[in-house]
């Protein structure tokens, strides 16, 4: 029987909708057998996810997704199997936090400027981890407040480079986020390559996170196209990377794709989970 893998996904301590249990048991009822939890930046719901995973038959993957810098692209590295407790892991994860809240506090800044006020403290309501403030909670609480039509269009008006709520960040350097990842034990995965704006760069991106030391391409995500899945199953190969394959889910309604809901690997790569 070949197993079904989703291998990136969030809860609400990052910016997911529903508690790592709820995430667990969403994820058997849909068929998954191995799940990653991948929340920005954090491990801390990992404890609880392990318990549910148990309950409900799913094999629970530790992981996390980075924020990292590579030139003035923001990338997200996945981590696949690390070992929470390492000192070097939590070190990193914790600067990271520490940065997403001072941008946070000028993203506020920023949409004040813009005419929206107390936009910080109205992004805060819908932290549901004190330790983590994202983007998506700035979208939640535009689009409550009659902003925005929905999270999408949110970032398309508000969020993203350009316009008025967007605030450049250095996060971890690329060689600081997989060498945190290794140290942990896990494996690093380049999440959804098809969503950076690389203009023309792809090639020396992936070059240099497998230089780096990057193990995977996130091949197949509920953010890619079909067409997508083709063109990185063909880099995963040319570039000699594994294969990865994860939803992205945040949550019922707001996400690109649902817990399990993706097809298998393209034929010819080799996926991440070969050893496991
Ligand atoms: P941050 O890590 O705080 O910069 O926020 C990034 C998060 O914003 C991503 O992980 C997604 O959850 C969300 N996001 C980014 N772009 C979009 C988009 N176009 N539509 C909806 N959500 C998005
Ligand atoms: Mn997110
Ligand atoms: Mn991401
Ligand atoms: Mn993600």
């Given at each position: 029987m070949t197993l079904r893998y989703d291998l990136h996904c969030h809860s609400t301590?990052?910016?997911?909708?529903?508690?790592p249990t709820e995430v667990a048991r969403r994820a058997g009822a849909r068929g998954v057998d191995v799940l990653a939890l991948t929340d920005h930046d954090e491990t801390s719901g990992l404890a609880e996810a392990r318990t549910a995973a148990k309950e409900a038959g799913v094999r629970l993957i530790d992981g996390a997704e980075l924020s990292a810098s590579w030139r003035d692209i923001t990338l997200h590295v996945v981590a696949l199997g690390?070992?929470?407790?390492c000192a070097a892991l939590r070190e990193g994860l914790e600067t990271i936090r520490a940065g997403r809240t001072h941008r946070a506090q000028r993203m506020g800044e920023e949409l004040g400027a813009a005419g929206i006020a107390d936009a910080y403290a109205g992004a805060m309501k819908f932290?549901?981890?004190?330790r983590l403030v994202s983007r998506t909670h700035f979208a939640r609480f535009l689009v409550e407040a009659g902003h925005a039509r929905d999270t999408r269009d949110c970032f398309r008006r508000y969020?993203?480079?350009?316009?008025?709520g967007y605030v450049a960040h250095e996060w971890a350097t690329l060689t600081k986020a997989i060498g945190w990842i290794h140290a942990a034990g896990g494996q690093a995965v380049l999440a959804h390559?098809?969503?950076?704006?690389?203009h023309g760069k792809m090639r020396e991106l992936l070059a240099e996170f497998r230089d780096t030391g990057g193990d995977a391409i996130?091949?197949?995500?509920?953010?890619?196209t079909p067409a997508q899945y083709t063109e990185f199953a063909r880099y995963a190969r040319v570039f000699g990377m594994l294969a990865s394959s994860g939803?992205?889910?945040?949550g019922p309604g707001e996400s690109w794709a649902d817990l399990g809901d993706m097809p298998p690997l393209p034929a010819g790569v080799t996926p991440v989970w070969k050893d496991w």
């Open positions: 301590y990052s910016d997911g909708l529903l508690k690390i070992d929470p407790d932290v549901t981890s004190a969020l993203v480079r350009g316009k008025p390559p098809g969503r950076y704006e690389v996130e091949v197949v995500s509920g953010s890619h939803s992205d889910f945040h």
